[in-house]
């Protein structure tokens, strides 16, 4: 394996305790300049995956964190790219659809990407190079030295009914522009299933083959979906900007992500 695959998962599943302690015992819920939630959670998640992945000399844009100026960043021909809490109101509203990601890009490209979710236990992960994922169930309270991946699943994104079109969609950030897309799409097929999840865990459907496209059409940060992209172009899907045929880039001067559609190649 990778050893800075080794070193994100290890440490997504130490930010996963974390969070865990803290969604048991309560938190307070704060307001960001932009008016979106963070918690304790993201904080004290954020600074253990720091902490792991600065071991590594490589540098890391990461969500609560102050961003190096883009004079500096561009640069960089690779990067950490974190978001140590992945779906705040989700983890607010206590239903287990919070994710942590961790993704290492280069020039601008994701090539490793992991997702854990800490309530299931459930860890995603892939190498966009290797054109290589799988998913393992970890559970939180595994100590560090028995983590074992020896059991792992391949996934490969694999279509098993072509008739039916499986949606994935937000639960939170459902819009009127992404109805309109998926209305756009649904003549081509029989039956049109929608698959609604918190977070960045509809990547981890799209790479299990139980969901087939993913349009989002309101705004994401490149730490929302560096991760997923990575996992989920390992087993053949494009994350693709709405209206283009380019992927989306990373440790752009602005961070914001244009409105996207993750589908399988061809």
């Known amino acids: 394996m990778n050893p800075l695959m ?16 803290i969604y048991t015992h309560g938190f307070k819920v704060q307001r960001k300049a932009d008016d979106s939630p963070v918690t304790q959670a993201d904080f004290a998640a954020e600074k253990i995956i720091l902490e792991q992945l600065s071991k590594s ?4 844009i990461s969500e609560e964190s102050a961003k190096s100026p883009y004079s500096d960043r561009k640069h960089w021909n690779h990067c950490w790219l974190v978001d140590p809490l992945d779906g705040t109101k989700e983890f607010i509203k206590q239903n287990g659809e919070f994710t942590v990601n ?26 966009s190079k290797e054109k290589l ?16 991946l ?7 994104g694999t279509d098993t ?13 459902l819009n009127a522009l992404t109805s309109e897309y998926i209305k756009s799409v649904s003549d081509s097929y029989e039956q049109i299933e929608m698959v609604i999840k918190g977070s960045s865990l509809k990547f981890g459907l799209l790479a299990e083959g139980l969901a087939d496209l993913y349009p ?20 053949g ?30």
């Open 161 to 173: 009914n072509p008739t039916i079109l499986r949606v994935a969609r937000s639960r939170s950030h």
């Open 102 to 127: 961790i993704a290492y890009c280069e020039n601008g490209h994701p090539v490793l990407g992991v997702i854990y979710v800490p309530v299931s236990g459930e860890l995603y992960w892939g190498d």
């Open 216 to 235: 989002r059409f309101s705004p994401t940060m490149e730490w929302d979906t560096a991760a997923g992209h990575a996992i989920c172009r390992a087993v």
């Open 57 to 60: 000399g490589i540098p890391i």
């Open 133 to 148: 994922a799988f998913k393992s169930i970890i559970p939180v309270h595994t100590p560090s030295s028995e983590i074992s």
């Open 237 to 266: 899907f494009e994350v693709i900007k709405a209206g283009e045929q380019s992927e989306l880039q990373y440790n752009k001067e602005d961070l914001t992500n244009p409105n996207f559609i993750v589908r399988r190649k061809g």
């Open 6 to 21: 080794h070193t994100s998962i290890l440490a997504s599943i130490e930010a996963g305790k974390k969070i865990m302690e």
């Open 150 to 156: 020896e059991n792992a699943n391949q996934m490969t």
